[in-house]
């Protein structure tokens, strides 16, 4: 079904603009597939476990979707692993610069749904950059590595960070702040957003499990939003976690964004142009 008739898909479209540079840039920014899978090689119990975390989310994406007013219909209620390949046959019509998906990828790490995530992502074609959530492992071979992964554009950068455990190591703030440093503007994609001093009572609604907050966090947490709130090179972040779209300042004009369900097809598309 073209994505343009299929009601599971909503696209929502974000820009940025980054003085200097030329051309455009559109990316599609993905967030909390929770995909649960089996198939023939699962060990026995992996079936059951994944259905009932699928018949779980059944009912928990939806209150989610009613908690941040978003549409729902019986368009959403198919299973994680077909609402996936959905959006990547969306994404491979789109042909972006590249496809970031922020986290909870998967449900819980488990053979047949990293199998799932892999091949799928490998077949589509289209170039992904991921990080891991909190439901998942730190590093899954072909899709996801330990450490900050960076992206390269004509004139800027996307850096893929790891917030998963509500804070980051030092040896990636390290390579972040060089990074900044380095002075070449910044998109910083984590999956776990960030509570700043600008936007702490927006992001506080969410509770505190929901957020990296600047005042509440290890040293290392805070750190890192010291780190996305002052450098001047961080034009904007995206990250998910939370279920539910939003769109804040951490500091004024640097916009995150939180990407709403996946799972219930949203797809976020971000264009990037010079001025
Ligand atoms: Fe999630």
Known sequence: MDHRTDPFLRVVDNELTIP???GKYVFLHVSDTHICAWDEQSAPGEREESEKREQNWMRQKEAFAHDFGEPFSDAQRIPTTRGFEKILRFAKEENPRALLLTGDNLEYTHPAGERFLRQALQSAGVPFLCVPGNHESEALSGVWEPG???LDCSGF???AVDDRLQTVSAEDLDRLEALGEEGIPLIVMYHIPVSARANREEMRKYSVYFSVDDERAD??????VRFLETCPAVKMTLCGHIHGYSDTEISPGKRQI????GMIGFVHRLTVRGE
């Open 20 to 22: 200097g540079i030329s």
């Open 148 to 150: 900050v992964r960076v």
């Open 157 to 159: 950068r996307v850096a």
């Open 219 to 224: 040293e290392n947490g805070k750190r890192f």
């Open 258 to 261: 939180t990407a709403s369900q």
